[in-house]
Each structure stands twice: as C-alpha cells, then as structure tokens.
C-alpha cells in the first residue's frame, strides 16, 4: 500500500493550462478505473473534482479533466484562476475495498 | 445541509488512545459505507479504513490493523475510529469520507487534529 507519487508543486499563470501527474502501480491505478481527484483550500476538507478517471460531478468547472493512461493518471486544469490555488491529491481504488491516495501537489498561480 | 462533522481530536501521549466521532447530517446516513483519511503534514493523504453501510464489512490499512478500530451506529448517524497504542507518526488530521456507488469520496467533513506527543 504505497502512496500514489504526485509532484510537490506546479506552478501556472492566469489563463495556462496546468498537468499533475499521480502514479501508481498495476495494482491500484493501472488496474481500475476508480482514481478520484480532490481538491483541498485551507480550512476546509476536500471536495471531489474528478471521479471514475475523466467524469466531472455536476457542479465542478469544465476546466477541470482527468485522464489515465497505464499506471498514471492525470489531471490537467485549463484556464488557471487564482481561486484554483490549492493542494490537490488522487485516490484509487486498489482491490478488496482497500484504497490508496497520493502524497498532494500544492498548485500556484503565479 | 448535506455534511460530515468530526470531533474527538486533541493531543495525547504515545502510547495513547483515542476515539473520533463522524456525524453525517442531510443526507440518509444509512445507505452510505463511510470511511477514515488522514492528511500527514508533508507526506499527502493516507486511507485508513471503510465501514459499508450496515458496518458488516470492514477493511483497514496496514498501517493501523490491529491498532485501530471502526464502527457504526446508524441510530445516530455516526461513525467512530477507536485508535489505540498511538506513536507519533499517527499525527496528522482525520477526515472522515462517505464512499459513493462507484467508490470514490464524494463528501468530506472538515477534519479534526490528532497530535502524538510526550
């Protein structure tokens, strides 16, 4: 149960388009589509942005997308906003109702 | 309004015990599986444990099996964790989760603050 590998940080100006990255194993990521991704500002817990992969809940900004390919699933943010600045982490599923998530990637608007 | 509310949190020794609280509210509590997630500082989130809907059927980490403990009890629309034989890298902040159907966290509370300490 090793925590999925995101990058500590990326950085973007208003208006680019951003790409984290969470990798995993053939046991958790590579295996299931179950990777969920969070977004978390300070003082509040997570909020769901990205689940099943690449589906958005309703709600959620279109420039939010996910995507998986392998062992590594992705979450790339288009049309940074300053409001996008948070820690956000993946989460799989990982087989027998266990899950595993990611060690979070802080994202600054520069 | 639909929400998750911890409490129980505090400082506590090694060696130490203690026991969180998750109470859901606006949403039918029972027909969820609601599970633990701690955020340690510097290291990212790490999943603890899943209790399904009626508390039949649970899984933990490894980290925590044998040391930590979930229940339920839906007449009160609350979950628990009963941690025992704390160390310090059990510090970090407890989120409680309600799984969806398709198993992802799709409601968070806002955490509460677990420090290891002598």
């Known amino acids: 149960q090793s925590a999925l590998t995101q990058p500590a940080s990326v950085s973007g100006s208003p208006g680019q388009s951003i790409t984290i990255s969470c990798t995993g194993t053939s046991s958790d990521v590579g295996d299931y589509d179950f990777v969920s991704w969070y977004q978390e500002k300070p003082g509040k817990g997570p909020t769901m942005i990205i689940h099943e992969a690449n589906r958005r809940p309703s709600g959620v900004s279109n420039r939010f997308s996910g995507s998986k390919s392998g062992n590594t699933a992705s979450l790339t943010i288009s049309g940074l906003q300053a409001e996008d600045e948070a820690y956000y982490y993946c989460c799989s599923f990982a087989g027998s109702n266990t899950f595993v998530c990611g060690t979070g990637t802080k994202v600054f608007v520069l | 309004e639909v929400q998750l509310v911890e409490s129980g949190g505090g400082v506590v020794r090694p060696g130490g015990s203690l026991r969180l609280s998750c109470v859901g509210s606006?949403?039918?509590?029972?027909?969820?599986?609601i599970n633990w997630v701690r955020r340690i500082s510097g290291k990212g989130l790490e999943w603890l444990s899943n209790?399904?809907?009626?508390?039949?059927?649970?899984t933990y980490a490894d980290s925590v099996k044998g040391r930590f403990t979930i229940s339920r009890d839906n007449a009160k629309n609350s979950v628990y964790l009963q941690m025992n034989s704390l160390r310090a890298e059990d510090t970090a902040v407890y989120f409680c989760a309600r799984r969806s159907t398709v198993g992802d966290f799709d409601l968070w509370g806002q955490g509460t603050l677990v420090s290891v300490s002598s």
């Open positions: 606006g949403f039918k509590f029972d027909d969820y599986g």
């Open positions: 209790i399904n809907w009626h508390g039949g059927f649970i």
